[in-house]
């Protein structure tokens, strides 16, 4: 089981196939796991790896990965473990694809390092849209697993902490200004998402401040789904 450590952090990451490389950051909430992968429409890891180095990654304290949690740790902390990772493995110029919690940390990614992040798939991101209790609700379930653990590694104080520099903003895309998002000229393709974690309002948005983002309304059903992946494919292949 492949390992990337950094001090008291373990990140356990997949690697699959050889091309371009383009890091997955996995839906979940809090949870975000390389095995989530499995709950959409289309897999990714699958999907990619016939023409692309495919990297996929579990979040700290979230499949195999484990960290302490401390005050002040924010969205910022997942961005340092992401570019670490691809440090490591000596990639300076990378794709990414993200579900679900991934839009928010696509945007941060960009947001600290423009240069190396050559496009973005953004599938279905969480976003605000009078639903900031189930974000709360979805962390806190997250936060007592950690603390039964009664480790030395997570403490009330720091849990708390993380909770409200995650989720208790007012930003409509939880970790950057729509001022910054309005200047990002990363290329994007928004997947829309349509349920309340994941509003179809959240995408419209992204979409619509990006310079150079284009939509997808339909790729979770039917004939939608292959026609979606084959965007996906266009997209990364005019992109690379």
């Known amino acids: 089981m492949p390992t990337f ?3 008291e952090i373990k990140i356990h990451f997949e690697e699959y196939g050889e091309g371009d490389p383009i890091l997955l950051i996995a839906p979940g909430g809090m949870r975000s796991a390389i095995s989530m992968w499995h ?15 495919v990297i996929a990654m579990d979040q700290r304290n979230a499949g195999d990965s484990v960290a302490p ?3 002040g740790d ?3 902390t997942y961005t340092a473990d992401q570019l670490a990772l691809m440090d490591h493995l000596g990639i300076d110029q990378f794709h990414v694809a993200g579900m679900c919690i991934g839009g928010p940390y696509i945007l941060n990614l960009i947001k600290h390092a423009p240069e190396r992040v050559t496009s973005a798939l953004v599938l279905q991101t969480i976003g605000r849209d009078e639903n900031r209790d189930i974000f709360f609700a979805m962390y806190d379930m997250w936060a007592e697993d950690l603390l039964a653990a009664k480790s030395d590694n997570f403490s009330p104080e720091a849990m708390a902490s993380l909770r409200h520099a995650m989720f208790d903003n007012e930003l409509p895309l939880f970790c950057v200004e729509d001022a910054f998002v309005s ?11 349509n349920d309340i974690y994941h509003p179809n309002s959240s995408s419209k948005h992204l ?3 990006a310079p150079n983002a284009q939509l997808i309304e339909n790729w979770k059903e039917g004939a939608g789904v292959a026609q979606g992946l084959d965007r996906a ?4 292949q005019s992109n690379g």
């Not at 709950?39 to 180095?53: C, K, T, V």
């Not at 200047?183 to 998402?193: D, E, K, N, R, S």
Request: proline share 7%; charged share 10%.
């Open 5 to 7: 450590t950094r001090g």
């Open 39 to 53: 709950h959409g429409p289309w897999n990714p890891i699958d999907a990619l790896q016939g023409q692309y180095r």
């Open 69 to 71: 949690v401390a005050v």
């Open 74 to 76: 924010n969205w910022d």
């Open 183 to 193: 200047q990002c000229q990363t290329p994007m393709l928004v997947f829309a998402g």
């Open 207 to 209: 979409a619509a401040l």
């Open 233 to 236: 494919l266009q997209f990364l």
